[in-house]
């Protein structure tokens, strides 16, 4: 067709310069299509295709938090002085499989794989050289749940640049371990700070022993977490007042508690108490958890704490204006504009001033509730008794 000169004269009608112009081109491309096809390029696919060590395989990983920012301060308080002197240590996790994400239908050989490992807790200055494997305890990764393990990119290029060490080999313990957490160890991530805090985080309950300001970051962070007031149109300083409202009665509710005789107790997350609940007879009242800590086993542990402080039959005591919609839409005079009111009904249920949808959701759901009673302004979930209560 080229050589034909097929669809020139309509270029002609454009002037001799045009038509010489388009002549060029065509020839170019007539010597493109005759000239030899180049060498082969191989595609490079951008997934891991490759396994990386054995299963049951401990290795020993570097840390390089120098010039990284810190940013797990809400699960591990640290300042960026004490991260940044974690460079250049070591921490120790084991393979428990390499997992298929996905496999090509025309060429079934080719898979993407990922990493699942456990971490384990403890940073060491050097590579360890022995190992009691029976010692060795899971860290505590916060993500949907606590858990130990993680999904990672199955590329060994990131553990070289880590310097990693093979340990040996141990049995995998809990090898159905089920996680959501990941960690990428690929450029322009930050992993460090997701290790780090992974560390050191025993859970243990007790009496209260933390600052009036720990006290009121509790109370503000269970509060205050998954309360959407930007949805009921009130300004970033009307939500403030409602907050602060609110938080202020909580902080008055449980020093009431404990000067009539009733005792603070905590639940400690790591370095710092993540929940707190009061007791005042057989009445259980206050327990807020931190709301990053939320949803992960430690209210349940806390209340069953608290339990184990009576022999007697133990109470929650939840106003129901609190767990009516309707009625906490009465309680800040709320004014929905008619066109909104439909959307505003399927949004914000649940988001309002719902402080106990979580308290409620929890004692609902505890193994050790007896029973759930509705008196009249209340409803009462009482408990059954903790073998060995004091």
Request: hydrophobic share 35%.
């Amino acid at each position: 067709m080229i050589d034909s000169g097929f669809g020139l004269d309509i270029w002609a009608e454009s002037g001799d310069k045009m038509l010489k112009a388009r002549k060029r081109v065509l020839s170019k491309f007539r010597e493109k299509l005759t000239s030899p096809m180049p060498p082969k390029k191989k595609i490079k696919l951008d997934i891991n295709q490759n396994r990386i060590f054995e299963n049951g395989d401990v290795i020993a990983i570097q840390l390089q938090t120098a010039g990284k920012n810190y940013t797990q301060n809400d699960i591990k308080q640290m300042s960026e002085e004490e991260f940044h002197a974690f460079d250049g240590k070591y921490i120790l996790m084991q393979l428990i499989d390499c997992r298929t994400s996905w496999s090509s239908a025309i060429v079934p050989e080719i898979k993407d794989y990922w990493a699942y490992f456990r971490l384990f807790d403890g940073i060491y200055d050097t590579v360890p050289e022995v190992i009691n494997y029976g010692e060795l305890k899971p860290a505590k990764i916060l993500d949907n749940r606590i858990v130990s393990c993680f999904t990672c990119e199955s590329k060994m290029i990131y553990f070289k640049r880590r310097n990693c060490k093979l340990i040996g080999n141990t049995p995998i313990l809990d090898p159905d371990e089920k996680t959501d957490a990941l960690i990428f160890f690929g450029i322009n991530h930050n992993p460090d700070p997701i290790l780090v805090a992974a560390m050191g985080n025993e859970i243990f309950c007790g009496e209260y022993n933390g600052t009036d300001e720990q006290l009121r970051e509790i109370c503000k962070r269970a509060n205050r977490y998954g309360r959407n007031l930007h949805l009921l149109y009130l300004s970033e300083k009307e939500q403030e007042k409602i907050f602060t409202e609110e938080e202020n009665q909580i902080i008055k509710n449980i020093k009431s508690s404990v000067d009539n005789g009733g005792k603070l107790l905590s639940i400690q997350f790591g370095n710092q108490p993540v929940g707190i609940v009061t007791i005042t007879g057989s009445r259980i009242d206050n327990l807020y958890i931190k709301g990053r800590f939320q949803r992960k086993g430690l209210g349940s542990r806390l209340l069953r704490y608290a339990l184990s402080f009576s022999s007697e039959k133990m109470y929650i005591d939840i106003p129901k204006i609190l767990m009516d919609i309707g009625a906490q839409k009465k309680i800040i005079n709320l004014d929905v504009p008619e066109k909104w009111k439909d959307r505003w009904d399927k949004i914000v249920i649940g988001k309002l001033l719902a402080q106990s949808m979580p308290l409620t959701r929890l004692c609902q759901n505890f193994e050790l509730t007896e029973k759930q009673e509705d008196l009249g302004e209340i409803t009462r979930f009482t408990f059954f008794t903790v073998p060995g209560a004091k």
